[in-house]
Nanobody, 118 residues
Framework: QVQLVESGGGLVQAGGSLRLSCAAS????????MGWYRQAPGKQRELVAT???????NYADSVKGRFFISRDNAKNTVYLQMNSLKPDDTAVYYC????????????WGQGTQVTVSS
């Protein structure tokens, strides 16, 4: 089992910045890729960014150049630095962790609300 706890969401004006954190606990040795997803009201959950244990990163086109994902394997924590925020970035942001166990679905955090006002 892996537990994920997000923090750092909040209300910010357009153009501002926020930093999200996600701390993992439990069977952390099994975690491979970690990432952030988001879900806006009335929309499907979508990928924001992912990072492998080795540091390979993938971003959604909508956040490239504005959001930056990083990972501290020693602290079992993944971060999402969000700059130049737009009202369209308003969503619940979820942390995600995949493991190396075949057939094991990824784990999800409880989500943290990010609201960007215009």
């Amino acid at each position: 089992q892996v537990q994920l706890v997000e923090s750092g969401g909040g209300l910010v004006q357009a153009g501002g910045s926020l930093r999200l954190s996600c701390a993992a606990s439990g069977s952390i040795f099994s975690i491979t890729t970690m990432g952030w997803y988001r879900q806006a009201p009335g929309k499907q959950r979508e990928l924001v960014a992912t990072i492998t244990r080795g540091g390979t990163i993938n971003y959604a086109d909508s956040v490239k150049g504005r959001f930056f994902i990083s990972r501290d394997n020693a602290k079992n924590t993944v971060y999402l630095q969000m700059n130049s925020l737009k009202p369209d970035d308003t969503a619940v942001y979820y942390c995600n962790a995949a493991t190396h166990f075949l057939g094991q679905p990824p784990y999800w955090g409880q989500g943290t609300q990010v609201t960007v006002s215009s």
